[in-house]
């Protein structure tokens, strides 16, 4: 037996239903945003270094998606200016950093109570 194709998803001459409201997907966007901004300042930062300590896989996961695939070096010309060795030293210290890793606010916070200090910001 021959099957029948299916038919065609639309007719010609045909213009469709009425379909979404205009702004409804906007209207949308923006409720959602705002509840997203309202949780933000009631959570912000607590709710990173939880998520940072205990699912430390999902916060990677969600830093990578926001860094561009491809970046574009402005000032690729700062690096024409250096030596080789200034090039070597930036570049160990840029591996110092990365080894040392960064400590959570939560260690950063104990170490300020028995009065270590904080570690540099990195620039």
């Known amino acids: 037996m021959a099957r029948k194709p299916p038919p065609k998803p639309f007719q010609k001459g045909w213009a469709g239903g009425p379909g979404r409201p205009k702004g409804s997907r906007n209207k949308l966007s923006e409720k959602f945003l705002t509840d997203l901004c309202a949780a933000w300042e009631e ?11 205990n699912q430390p896989g999902v916060f990677l996961k969600v830093v990578a998606s926001l860094v561009p695939k ?19 030293r930036a570049l160990a210290q840029v591996r ?3 080894s040392a890793g960064v400590r959570s606010k939560a260690q950063n916070d104990a170490a300020a109570e028995e009065g270590k200090p904080k570690p540099d910001s990195v620039h």
């Open 43 to 53: 959570h912000g930062m607590e709710a990173i270094t939880k998520v940072v300590e």
């Open 70 to 88: 491809e970046w574009h070096i402005k000032n690729a010309g700062a690096f024409e200016e250096m030596s080789e060795d200034d090039l070597v």
């Open 96 to 98: 110092s950093l990365v």
